[in-house]
């Protein structure tokens, strides 16, 4: 009782220490923003969020003096991209013939209109600076670790049932990938951060909630990045005993589940990976053959449905399935696709250009790394794996954009990175 009561205690002085601090730490509890029955209402609070911030960015000169300094750290392609692809969005809202409210405030569930895509790109470089110090931090740990907790309690009747748990993110697949994240930042606490052996059994605890988290979304991506993120670490950090350790641990996560529901792991099949495959194959073709008629330099402004893929008499047969149900489909599971229907394909190939620069070549890469040094790039791996496979959801998108920034700043030598306070 007494640790807890001290952990709390030091978290609310971490947070009204330094502006920029709280207002991360804020961002990263938006997923316990959650009204029930209400998705549509939590996910407008969790981006209203985002858009007072980049407000406040304008407004308070503190917040918008870390702004510019942000940008002109950026490397001056990237500036020159940015510049670009933000005039490509602004020239979409000009030319599309959506209703200016849809245009300018987004369609459900999501509400991602031009003032929320500019707002996440605002927060994005109000962050760029500390965003290392600041999510790799014991106190986000603490914060995902509450978030898992909390979807997994409110999930445990899917679970028993073997459907999908959506948790917090209100999407299975969205909470996949947020607890791979959330995983991230745990084995890197428990690694390179965590001093005491209280610290490490709480990293542990985050580790195994994580990997629970994971396996009971039933989602295939998540699956693959969880795999990928066990492997790097395992690699680069982690003795024998510890591999064993994880090895042990997922086996008795997964027998356990196999035991609650023998029909839990149906889509790992191959017959249903197939399928998977295939269907959202038909969809990306289906949507990029959209783009490149239509929106090659402008977009049709944000919140603007797939018509093609809406299409009952223009799409393949499972696709057409679908659409017999009386569903429609509002994104492309594609972030990049998504983004050259709102703004237009060279707008989008221009972000992607961004993130496989940053990717394949780090402008940050000359800077030293050491086994403390917080692994940026393999969080925004996984970050693409979600944009790449997974629908948008403000929380993570935003956290894509923010890294992203952070990995486009350029080195400023033994210079340590400043708060704002």
């Known amino acids: 009782?007494?640790?807890?009561?001290?952990?709390?205690?030091?978290?609310?002085?971490?947070?009204?220490?330094?502006?920029?601090?709280?207002?991360?730490?804020?961002?990263?509890?938006?997923?316990?923003?959650?009204?029930?029955?209400?998705?549509?209402?939590a996910r407008g609070l969790r981006i209203s969020f985002v858009i007072f911030i980049a407000i406040a960015s304008c407004l308070m000169p503190i917040l918008y003096r870390e702004v510019?300094?942000?940008?002109?750290?950026?490397?001056?392609?990237?500036?020159?991209?940015?510049?670009?692809?933000?005039?490509?969005?602004?020239?979409?809202?000009?030319?599309?013939?959506?209703?200016?409210?849809?245009?300018?405030?987004?369609?459900?569930?999501?509400?991602?209109?031009?003032?929320?895509?500019?707002?996440?790109?605002?927060?994005?470089l109000l962050l760029a600076d500390n965003l290392n110090r600041l999510l790799f931090s014991q106190a986000v740990q603490r914060i995902v670790g509450a978030v898992l907790i909390i979807s997994l309690v409110m999930g445990s009747a899917a679970v028993i049932g073997g459907y999908r748990m959506p948790g917090l993110m209100m999407q299975a697949t969205t909470m996949g990938m947020y607890?791979?994240?959330?995983?991230?930042?745990?084995?890197?606490q428990f690694i390179a951060k965590a001093k005491s052996p209280m610290q490490k059994y709480e990293s542990l605890i985050v580790v195994l909630l994580s990997i629970t988290s994971v396996i009971f979304t039933q989602s295939r991506i998540s699956y693959l990045a969880l795999v990928l993120v066990l492997t790097y670490f395992a690699y680069k950090y982690v003795n024998r005993r510890a591999i064993v350790f994880v090895m042990i641990t997922v086996s008795c996560v997964v027998s356990i589940i196999a035991l609650i529901s023998t029909e839990y792991f149906s889509r790992l099949e191959v017959a249903s990976v197939g399928r998977g495959v295939t269907y959202r194959m038909h969809i990306y073709q289906t949507v990029a053959g959209e783009a490149l008629k239509h929106n090659i330099i402008v977009g049709n402004g944000p919140g603007v449905l797939p018509i093609y893929l809406n299409n009952v008499d223009f799409v393949p047969e499972d696709i057409a399935k679908t659409l017999?149900?009386?569903?429609?489909?509002?994104?492309?599971?594609d972030l990049f696709l998504d983004f050259a229907l709102y703004f237009g394909v060279v707008a989008a190939l221009l972000l992607l250009g961004l993130c496989l620069w940053v990717l394949i070549n780090n402008v940050d890469s000359k800077v030293k790394r050491s086994i403390d040094s917080p692994p940026t790039k393999l969080y925004f791996t996984v970050l693409m794996l979600n944009a790449t496979c997974n629908t948008i959801s403000p929380e993570i998108l935003t956290l894509t954009i923010a890294v992203l920034f952070s990995l486009l700043l350029t080195p400023t030598g033994q210079k340590k990175s400043g708060d704002v306070g």
Not at 13 to 31: E, G, I, K, Q
Not at 179 to 188: F, G, K, P, W
Not at 324 to 333: R, T
């Open 68 to 124: 510019v300094k942000n940008f002109g750290r950026m490397h001056p392609i990237a500036q020159r991209i940015l510049i670009i692809i933000i005039g490509l969005m602004c020239l979409s809202i000009l030319f599309s013939k959506l209703d200016f409210g849809l245009l300018l405030f987004g369609r459900e569930p999501d509400y991602l209109g031009i003032l929320g895509w500019l707002s996440i790109v605002m927060f994005g």
């Open 1 to 41: 009782m007494k640790y807890l009561k001290n952990t709390v205690s030091r978290l609310l002085d971490t947070v009204f220490s330094y502006p920029l601090r709280s207002l991360f730490y804020v961002f990263m509890a938006l997923p316990l923003v959650y009204i029930p029955g209400h998705h549509i209402y």
């Open 324 to 333: 017999n149900e009386g569903l429609i489909f509002i994104s492309a599971h």
């Open 179 to 188: 607890a791979v994240l959330a995983l991230i930042v745990s084995l890197h």
